[in-house]
């Protein structure tokens, strides 16, 4: 079975950092897609960024919205991917989810995890 579960959520200052995690479990990390999506209030669920394997080499992809801001990072090891969120502004405020067993061209992800709230504000 597999599973993901986020954490790290948190309320910080704009301007300000944060590091979410999530742990998969079920799957290596070298066989499945991980996406990172939010979902603020009123507004429909956003994909933000996507880490995969692909010709045997690592490929990633950010929306417009968090370019040069957020950066996701896997650890195979700890089979956990990362979502380091530098420069938050108030906008990011979002539950942040993360999905596995998918690819990050259709953003079709068959497990999903529960989200962990991120909170910008001053």
């Known amino acids: 079975q597999v599973q993901v579960v986020e954490s790290g959520g948190d309320l910080v200052q704009p301007g300000g950092s944060l590091r979410l995690s999530c742990a998969v479990s079920?799957?290596?990390?070298?066989?499945?897609?991980v996406g990172w999506f939010r979902r603020a209030p009123g507004k429909d669920r956003e994909g933000i960024t996507c880490?995969?394997?692909?010709?045997?080499?690592?490929?990633?992809v950010y929306a417009d919205s968090v370019k040069g801001r957020f950066t996701i990072s896997r650890d195979l090891a700890k089979n956990t991917v990362y979502l380091q969120m530098n420069r938050l502004k108030p906008e990011d405020t979002a539950v942040y989810l993360c999905?596995?067993?998918?690819?990050?061209?259709?953003?079709?992800?068959?497990?999903w995890g529960q989200g962990t709230q991120v909170t910008v504000s001053s």
């Open positions: 079920g799957i290596t990390l070298a066989d499945t897609a």
């Open positions: 999905a596995a067993e998918g690819d990050c061209r259709r953003a079709d992800f068959g497990t």
């Open positions: 880490i995969e394997s692909s010709d045997g080499s690592e490929s990633t």
